[in-house]
T-cell receptor, first 111, second 113 residues
């Protein structure tokens, strides 16, 4: 019940494409759903987060879509750039405390 | 400092050796977290402090793992009698207060040989 399932494991898009990464959770007590970006050799960095009282949130080129009834949420990256190439992790948690992370999606954006 | 600072960045330990990993959170941050990240995996929660109080240690994998934050700022994660399965990146994170965004350090890479 504590798992967060993330897909796909890897994703390759061309510059300007819109990669979409999906996550599903089981525990309805989770109330905070962040996405993190991680470059090799670096720690995860918070990109954007959403709470279950909204269905969508946009920050710059990043959008989270949230479906509370399906217990799913996804990250969309608009107008993707080669600099977006990184590993992306979804997570779920209680407030912003203890996170349960997904297994990660390695994104490659080719010029 | 400007961010969460961890040391050492890289540590090679012989099996059975004790190691200590240090975390300097962002100044003024009261919440501090330790996570373990195995190669190719997502981070897994180890433990959580609010100031000097360890409020959750449910993720510590065994009694060989011990964390402390005696003065509510710097934290140390200690691993006794290291084993090969302890090889991972140990990430420290902090937040200004309960409910605020979490900031991760770059991690301490531990290899047990």
């Amino acid at each position: 019940q504590q798992q967060v399932k993330q897909s796909p494991q890897s994703l390759i898009v061309q510059k300007g494409g819109i990669p979409i990464i999906n996550c599903a959770y089981e525990n309805t007590a989770f109330d905070y759903f962040p996405w993190y970006q991680q470059f090799p050799g670096k720690g995860p960095a918070l990109l954007i987060a959403i709470r279950p009282d909204v269905s969508e949130k946009k920050e710059g080129r990043f959008t989270i879509s949230f479906n509370k009834s399906a217990k799913q949420f996804s990250l969309h990256i608009m107008d993707s750039q080669p600099g977006d190439s990184a590993t992306y992790f979804c997570a779920a948690g209680y407030n912003t405390d203890k996170h349960i992370f997904g297994t990660g999606t390695r994104l490659q954006v080719f010029p | 400092g400007a961010g969460v600072s961890q040391s050492p960045r890289y540590k090679v330990a012989k099996r059975g050796q004790d190691v200590a990993l240090r975390c300097d959170p962002i100044s003024g941050h009261v919440s501090l977290f330790w996570y373990q990240q195995a190669l190719g995996q997502g981070p897994e929660f180890l433990t959580y402090f609010q100031n000097e109080a360890q409020l959750d240690k449910s993720g510590l994998p065994s009694d060989r793992f011990f964390a402390e934050r005696p003065e509510g700022s710097v934290s140390t994660l200690k691993i006794q009698r290291t084993q090969q399965e302890d090889s991972a990146v140990y990430l420290c994170a902090s937040s200004f207060r309960k409910g605020a965004s979490i900031y991760f350090g770059e991690g301490s890479w531990l290899t047990v040989v």
